[in-house]
């Protein structure tokens, strides 16, 4: 299973839903895919095109064009091909359907993603925060107009 | 039988009576010997023996965390020093914060140090540890650890090597053995 | 976990402070008598924002940031980084800088699988082992050492090329070293093969299988140990690793005996891939000639664009997502680390076995916390 062939089904399958299909070497895709449709379109490439090993799965924050581009990397343990599938959301309300049915480990990205960027999970198990004490819940620092940073409270500088 | 219920409520009778009460005797505890200790010779001889036996807690915090490992092993042998590992804050005199303290991690960190029996002593491994290190500017790092605990040797480095932490706990037990350490109160 | 217990049933924390070294972690484990009935990790104890620190560095200041993600990996995450930059800018490293690259990234595993085999021993109450795996560790560290000037953090790697040569004598020294090493490794081996104590406590213990790791999203020694030969050295080569004869070390049984012998293989397959790396190293320049890029290379403005590169870190797959936006520093760069998904493979694993496994199970999986929070 070469790339092209894995650009070919996956267009043909979603002709709507997914866009911007791309590729960019023999072992590096893209792809843009509607918010709505993530779910089914992961199963599609995990049950059909082997595509069984999410490799990680984060956001980019675009204040310019306000935009959060959710990113799911995604490879398998069969071919060597990964595929970067990209979701955008609009910046002031982002929500997207979890992939955690499809991909278990999805978990602690989502997690992460939503207290790093506050982007929020339908129909994710467990959403609560994973690497920030609670205190720190709504000040998405990493997104770009995050205030807090850089921290300037250290005394002992040389 | 009877005896020695007998005995039990003469002690309580005696307890309820205090000290204060019975001729010839002085009212003293712990704290009161360990005050007049210190002003005498013994207190020499109780540093001598505390210096020689500095039990670190291994607490893995960052990158430092990894030397430490290795200091503890055969290689740097610090066991000849009396310094020897200890998993456990309750078997250990030493703390070494050895990496970036977090906002998280401050609370946990507060309470292995309650933890510790004392006489007890920090020492600061590490330049994120001392001043931040590269992670000063961090939205999730807490800075100016020295502000909180007690500390007594700061080793810098990223991460010092194994010897600079060997020479830190010398230098420890320099401060100790000059009653100049933080972790008693002179 | 559900906070609420049931009749007859606790919660134990262990952690942040534990004797599963190295890197805090918190184990909230529900214990019906002494069976664990269900648990949950807590991570993010020494989460230090590396992401958003490595937004505001320039992308030569990046290589000092990156290699304190895995203390014990430093290298191979320095070698992801760099290999996203490369890719990005179009850099052609020289073939000597390649073969110096993968001589100190295969030190780097062949160190990082001492330690966590040794701090694995120590978990299930083999002392010994763990001053012996030091002892040889030492050895190693002090070759690596000779080379970049550092034992822990090395900022070795540079755009285009290494940052220094080897050393004079470099390859008897190895020579020297190896010796030692092969016969300690056949030692530890038979340690482990023949104490029953060990192999009552690490045999059928923590059974991984193919089908939940691949689904869980493990990679490395886990997974290899569950008979999945899934390498990216081999599936997608890097540097000059087409060129090198080595195999995938994988057993077959996946429980934790089986993780520490793939550690013990990969350690003999390492040395076998450095031999041939110094009797192949060709002379030549370290850096590309003709262009700027050097020792100090000058202040990059990296093509705009996006790339996702990969390599095989001690503990697995070992990935950079990073998008640049044309200027001197990244626009965004996502840490993809080993260790991420194998955390979560301890909630499953766990249900069902006595309080004394979880350190064994847990310790097996040679967790680095510090990349799991970054």
């Known amino acids: ?34 918010p709505d449709n993530v779910v089914d379109v992961c199963r599609y490439l995990k049950e059909d095109l082997s595509f069984g090993h999410l490799c990680c799965e984060s956001a980019v924050d675009y204040p310019g064009r306000n935009e959060i581009e959710v990113v799911y990397i995604i ?33 602690w990205y989502e997690r992460e993603t939503y207290e790093l960027f506050g982007v929020k999970y339908l129909n994710h198990p467990d959403l609560k925060p994973l690497v920030l004490p609670i205190e720190m819940l709504g000040e998405w620092p990493l997104r770009k107009d995050y205030q807090g940073f850089p921290n300037k409270t250290a005394k002992n500088l040389v | 039988m009877d005896e020695i219920e007998q005995t039990n409520v003469e002690q309580t009778t005696v307890q309820n009576v205090g ?133 007594d040797v700061f080793i810098p480095g990223c991460p010092p090597r194994c010897e600079a932490l060997i020479q830190g706990f010398v230098e420890l037990q320099k401060k100790i053995e000059a009653k100049k350490d933080r972790g008693t109160d002179y | 976990m559900e906070e609420t217990v049931g009749p007859s049933e606790m919660i134990v924390h262990l952690g942040p402070q534990h004797p599963m070294m190295p890197g805090p972690f918190r184990l909230n484990a529900k214990l019906r008598g002494e069976t664990v009935v269900d648990s949950e990790v807590e991570i993010g104890w020494i989460h230090k924002g590396i992401e958003k620190i490595l937004e505001n560095k320039t992308y030569l200041q990046g290589i000092t940031i990156v290699d304190r993600i895995c203390y014990l990996e430093a290298l191979t995450n320095e070698e992801a980084y760099v290999g996203c930059v490369e890719k990005l800018a179009g850099i052609e490293v020289p073939e000597r800088a390649q073969y110096i690259r993968v001589i100190m990234e295969e030190f780097s595993r062949i160190q990082s699988h001492l330690l966590g ?28 050492d000779s080379v970049t000037g550092a034992r822990v953090t090395h900022s070795f790697l540079r755009f285009g090329g290494v940052k220094d040569d080897l050393p004079e004598g470099f390859k008897d020294n190895v020579k020297y070293v190896f010796g030692n090493l092969r016969k300690a490794i056949d030692q530890y081996e038979e340690l482990y093969s023949t104490d029953s104590i060990y192999k009552s406590r690490t045999v059928g213990v923590g059974v991984l299988t193919a089908d939940v790791a691949k689904d869980i999203g493990v990679s490395g020694p886990p997974l290899r140990a569950t008979g999945v030969a899934f390498d990216i050295r081999k599936d997608e080569p890097y540097l000059v690793y087409a060129d090198l004869d080595f195999k995938v070390c994988t057993q077959k049984a996946g429980d934790v005996y089986a993780r520490i012998q793939v550690r013990l293989d990969e ?33 990059m403005r990296i093509p705009a664009g996006e790339v996702f590169h990969r390599v095989e870190a001690p503990r697995g797959e070992m990935g950079f997502y990073m998008v640049s ?50």
């Open chain 2, 19 to 151: 000290y204060d009460d019975v001729p010839g005797m002085v009212l003293t505890d712990t704290n009161t010997i360990s005050d007049i200790i210190k002003k005498t010779k013994i207190q020499d001889v109780l540093n001598w023996g505390r210096k020689n036996s500095l039990w670190f807690m291994v607490n893995a915090m960052g990158c430092c965390g990894v030397e430490l490992l290795s200091t503890g092993m055969a290689h740097y042998d610090t066991d000849r020093f009396g310094i020897i590992p200890r998993n456990s804050p309750r078997h250990a005199d030493v703390m070494i914060i050895s990496g970036y303290v977090t906002k998280k991690y401050l609370p946990a960190l507060k309470r292995i140090w309650d933890q510790m029996p004392a006489p007890k002593w920090v020492i600061c491994y590490g330049d994120c540890a001392i001043s931040g290190g590269p992670f000063y500017e961090s939205y999730s790092t807490f800075q100016n650890v020295d502000e909180i605990f007690p500390v």
């Open chain 1, 75 to 107: 490879g398998s343990y069969e071919h060597p091909v990964i595929l970067t599938m990209k979701a955008i959301l609009p910046r002031e309300n982002p929500v997207i359907e979890s992939v955690v049915p499809v991909y278990w480990n999805a978990n």
């Open chain 3, 267 to 299: 350690m003999r397959e390492s040395m076998y891939i450095i031999e041939q790396c110094l009797d192949q190293i060709p002379s030549g320049p370290l850096f590309p000639e003709g262009t700027p890029y050097g020792k100090r290379s000058p202040v």
């Open chain 3, 117 to 144: 085999m040794g701090e694995y021993a120590s978990f299930v109450g083999f002392v010994s082992m763990f001053m012996y795996t030091i002892r040889d560790r030492e050895d190693v560290l002090t070759l690596m």
């Open chain 3, 325 to 374: 936006d044309g200027s001197d520093k990244p626009y965004r760069v996502k840490v993809r680390g080993p260790v991420y998904p194998t955390l979560q493979t301890l909630p499953p694993l766990l249900k069902g076995v006595s309080v004394a496994d979880i350190v064994a199970i847990a310790g097996s999986m040679d967790t680095c916390t510090s990349e799991v929070d970054r």
């Open chain 1, 1 to 34: 299973m070469n790339a092209k062939s894995i650009i070919a089904s996956l267009t043909s399958k979603f002709p709507e839903e997914v866009y911007d299909a791309d590729i960019e070497s023999d072992i590096r895709t893209v792809a843009k895919v509607k």
